[in-house]
């Protein structure tokens, strides 16, 4: 499931959210002003989730998402396992859901955290943009890494134990990188 299967559900999520008083016109924006989140000024954050465009944003997209997957795929517990640099982006989008009565308090939403993800190039991720690894494709060449690296070590390893200890090697090792990073 891609964000595009929510992109029909954006107009009703903004009529939905102007109809209870939750979203506002602002400055020729739709936005739902939060008491839980403070500017600079120490007022009510805005967070918009219609662009003076007419264009949605990617908080309009999770409300959806969270709306979608408890009312059709009756979820009874939601996780997401992003980047902590979308952290205050989720709970302000969580927080509407709420208002909203989208998801109801007995249905946890939970951000599993973990650092950015960075490519060859050093920059991160992007997953919207594409060109991630996946993590089938991660978990071959690790195996495939450690085969090699087992083979040549212990050469007249039977091929079933070098296979064990490939599969355990190369498993760890991605376990490892990940577990030895700093998670919020």
Not at 18 to 26: D, I, N, P, W
Not at 50 to 69: E, F, N, P, S, V
Not at 137 to 152: N, S, T
């Amino acid at each position: 499931m891609g964000e595009s299967l929510y992109n029909p559900m954006l107009p009703g999520i903004v009529a939905d959210l102007k109809a209870k008083g939750l979203a506002v016109e602002s400055e020729g924006a739709t936005v739902v002003f939060l008491d839980e989140f403070k500017n600079k000024e120490g007022d009510p954050m805005g967070v918009i989730i219609q662009k003076k465009d007419g264009g949605y944003l990617y908080t309009t997209t999770d409300i959806a998402c969270a709306k979608y997957r408890y009312e059709t795929l009756h979820a009874d517990r939601v996780l997401y396992y992003i980047d902590s640099r979308q952290h205050q982006h989720l709970m302000q989008a969580w927080t509407i859901v709420r208002k909203a009565g989208y998801v109801p308090d007995s249905v946890p939403l939970e951000h599993h955290m973990f650092g950015m993800m960075l490519g060859k190039d050093g920059k991160p991720f992007k997953t919207r943009a594409g060109g991630t690894v996946k993590l089938a494709d991660l978990l071959d060449e690790a195996l495939e890494r450690a085969r090699r690296l087992v083979a040549e070590k212990n050469p007249d390893m039977p091929a079933d134990e070098l296979e064990k200890l490939a599969n355990a090697v190369g498993i760890g090792a991605v376990k490892y990188a990940d577990l030895s990073k700093t998670h919020h």
